[in-house]
């Protein structure tokens, strides 16, 4: 499996990136609508607009969008940018998605949130969050068992990248819209910091 850090700035090759978003034309999952691309350049949703037009994963933000290819063709990928209201909050495992056919491989656990959580330290952020909306509390809910060992995949060893998660209790809002999170502290001294900018955050 290879990793690439899509650079939009430089040499991306957005052919590939479009093939990737083309393989969710016929997925029912709620999240592969933001990777639609009739019109992606009018639309702020989809994952082209956020890479292309808004360069929301550049670099020089502290973001990036991680991406693992297999047979020179992408399969998986996911983002990570920093907190509006608190630059030391990284938001991870933002537009995720795994092509049908890539599915049940622990992709994301054993390559692509690794590199999130590497390039978090790297960019000297103090915590990291993965937020998930309604529609896939389901997948939040499936972390907390693996991190707890409760449920395991048979024949295949669960990443030890989904240990070690706390669960905030109630919602927050990020850019709008109600999202129920997971946090790991980098810095463990920020902890009563990270809690107050939860707190300034909270969902109805």
């Known amino acids: 499996m290879l990793m690439n850090i899509i650079d939009t700035n430089n040499s991306c090759d957005i052919e590939?990136?479009?093939?990737?978003?083309?393989?969710?034309a016929d997925d029912n999952m709620p999240g592969a609508k933001n990777l639609e691309v009739s019109d992606w350049d009018k639309k702020p949703h989809t994952l082209l607009y956020n890479l292309f037009i808004q360069h929301k994963f550049a670099k020089e933000k502290r973001a990036g969008y991680i991406i693992a290819e297999k047979d020179n063709k992408y399969?998986?990928?996911?983002?990570?940018?920093?907190?509006?209201?608190d630059p030391n909050i990284c938001v991870a495992g933002t537009r995720t998605y795994t092509v049908i056919k890539g599915r049940g491989d622990f992709t994301h656990g054993n390559f692509i949130l690794p590199k999130q959580i590497e390039l978090a330290r790297e960019y000297n952020y103090k915590t990291i969050i993965l937020a998930f909306n309604e529609y896939n509390l389901w997948l939040k809910e499936g972390i907390e068992k693996l991190g707890r060992r409760e449920i395991s995949a048979i024949g295949k060893k669960v990443p030890e990248t989904y240990f070690g998660w706390s669960s905030l209790d109630y919602p927050i809002n990020i850019q709008y819209t109600k999202q129920w999170c997971l946090y790991k502290h980098l810095d463990q001294s920020y902890d009563t910091e990270f809690h107050q900018q939860m707190a300034n955050l909270r969902a109805n």
């Open 75 to 85: 399969v998986a990928g996911s983002g990570f940018y920093p907190l509006d209201s």
């Open 16 to 24: 590939k990136v479009i093939n990737f978003c083309k393989d969710a």
